[in-house]
C-alpha cells in the first residue's frame, strides 16, 4: 500500500450504532487529519494530530471520537451519529515542523470514507 | 479567522482551451502558503500548485499556472490546453506560516467540454 488508504471506502449506519474510521499512511509522515466534507461547503477541518498528540479540535461534537495510537494510523469513532452527520470523511497526512516554524509541506489526502446515517 | 472564497461553483471550457478560476481570501496575516487542489470525480485530491505569500513570482507548474496578487488577497488558477482528465472539483486553500491547519474554499467543479 501506498500514500493514505482509509477504510471502509462506504458505510451505512443507524443513529444508534457504533462504528469507526480508519486511515493509515504510509508516508512516513508525522501529522495526520480528519476532515468533513459535504456538499456545496468548504472541508472543514475536524482533528489535527502531531507527533501524536491531538492539536486542533475543531469544535467537533463528542459523538465523533479520534484515536492516533502512532504516527501512522488514525481513527475515527463514531456514535449515536445524526443523519446530518452524513458525508465524506477525508483523512490526510502531512510531515511538519516544530510548532511555530514554516511549514510549507503539502498535504496528502486519502479516498475518503462515503458515511451514510440512516 | 482566515476565510477563502471561490465565488464560481461551476466553470466549463472547450478542450484545448484556457481557463481561469477565481480565489480571493481574507487574512490579516503577511506569511502564508496558497495552495489548488483537484479532486477528479470519486478520487483522491491532489495538490496541483502551491504559492509562498513572501515570492512575488507567480507559480507554474507545466499547464498550470497562478495569478498571486498579494494586495488584492487574490489566487487564481490558469490552466492551458485543457484536457479532458482536468475534469475536477477545484479547491483553493490557505495556511498560516507555522500552523498546519489548512482552510479551504466551497470549490470549482470544472467540465472539460470535448
Known amino acids: 500500500e501506498t500514500g493514505v488508504t482509509q477504510t471502509p471506502r462506504h458505510l451505512v449506519m443507524g443513529m444508534t450504532n457504533k462504528k469507526s474510521l480508519k486511515c493509515e499512511q504510509h508516508l512516513g509522515h508525522n501529522a495526520m487529519y480528519w476532515y468533513k466534507q459535504s456538499a456545496k461547503k468548504p472541508l472543514e477541518l475536524m482533528f489535527v494530530y502531531n507527533f501524536k498528540e491531538q492539536t486542533e479540535n475543531n469544535s467537533v461534537p463528542s459523538r465523533f471520537s479520534p484515536e492516533c495510537p502512532n504516527s501512522s494510523h488514525l481513527f475515527l469513532h463514531l456514535h449515536t451519529l445524526q443523519p446530518e452527520d452524513s458525508a465524506l470523511y477525508l483523512c490526510?497526512?502531512?510531515?511538519?515542523?516544530?510548532?511555530?516554524?514554516?511549514?510549507?509541506?503539502?498535504?496528502?489526502f486519502g479516498p475518503g470514507t462515503r458515511l451514510t446515517v440512516l | 479567522a482566515q476565510t477563502v472564497t471561490q465565488s464560481q461553483p461551476e466553470m466549463s471550457v472547450q478542450e484545448a482551451e484556457t481557463v481561469t478560476l477565481s480565489c480571493t481570501y481574507d487574512t490579516s496575516e503577511s506569511d502564508y502558503y496558497l495552495f489548488w487542489y483537484k479532486q477528479p470525480p470519486s478520487r483522491q485530491m491532489i495538490l496541483v500548485i502551491r504559492?509562498?505569500?513572501?515570492?512575488?513570482q507567480n507559480a507554474t507548474e507545466n499547464r498550470f499556472s497562478v495569478n498571486f496578487q498579494k494586495a488584492a488577497k487574490s489566487f487564481s488558477l490558469k490552466i492551458s490546453d485543457s484536457q479532458l482528465g482536468d475534469a475536477a472539483m477545484y479547491f483553493c486553500?490557505?495556511?498560516?506560516?507555522?500552523?498546519?491547519?489548512?482552510?479551504f474554499g466551497t470549490g470549482t467543479r470544472l467540465t472539460i467540454i470535448p
Open positions: 486553500a490557505y495556511k498560516d506560516f507555522g500552523n498546519e491547519k489548512l482552510t
Open positions: 504559492q509562498e505569500a513572501y515570492k512575488q
Open positions: 490526510a497526512s502531512s510531515q511538519e515542523g516544530l510548532a511555530g516554524l514554516s511549514s510549507y509541506n503539502e498535504q496528502f
